[in-house]
Nanobody, 129 residues
Framework: QVQLVESGGGLVQAGGSLRLSCAAS?????????MAWFRQAPGKEREFVAA????????NYADSVKGRFTISRDNVKNTVYLQMNSLKSEDTAVYYC?????????????????????WGQGTQVTVSS
């Protein structure tokens, strides 16, 4: 069973930065799986933020975060990161990391929640304007 634990959320002013981390318990599978970040704001559906393939060679981003957020991974530390810069009030949400069963992003860029087998408990990000 894979456990994913997010950290790094908090309260930040608009224009500021945060770095989220997601540590995976099962290293042998982590290093060969697509990882992603999703977010969910109150009253809204969970939405895709970013995804990264097994070795970090290919990434995909939601249009709303492109150019501001960067997803990366460290397969030695079994950790995936989300660097968030130029934060806006609309970025306020609970952020979740997730692990896919595949190594490479699919044709849709691995944007669908149904593709992911394991989820973390989430970390709150609040951006004040």
């Amino acid at each position: 069973q894979v456990q994913l634990v997010e950290s790094g959320g908090g309260l930040v002013q608009a224009g500021g930065s945060l770095r989220l981390s997601c540590a995976a318990s099962a290293g042998r599978t982590f290093s060969s799986r697509v990882m992603a970040w999703f977010r969910q704001a109150p009253g809204k559906e969970r939405e895709f933020v970013a995804a990264i393939d097994w070795n970090g060679g290919v990434t995909n981003y939601a249009d709303s975060v492109k150019g501001r957020f960067t997803i990366s991974r460290d397969n030695v530390k079994n950790t995936v990161y989300l660097q968030m810069n130029s934060l806006k009030s609309e970025d306020t949400a609970v952020y979740y990391c997730a692990q896919d069963r595949r190594m490479w992003l699919d044709s849709s860029g691995s944007r669908r929640t149904a593709e992911y087998d394991y989820w973390g408990q989430g970390t709150q990000v609040t951006v004040s304007s």
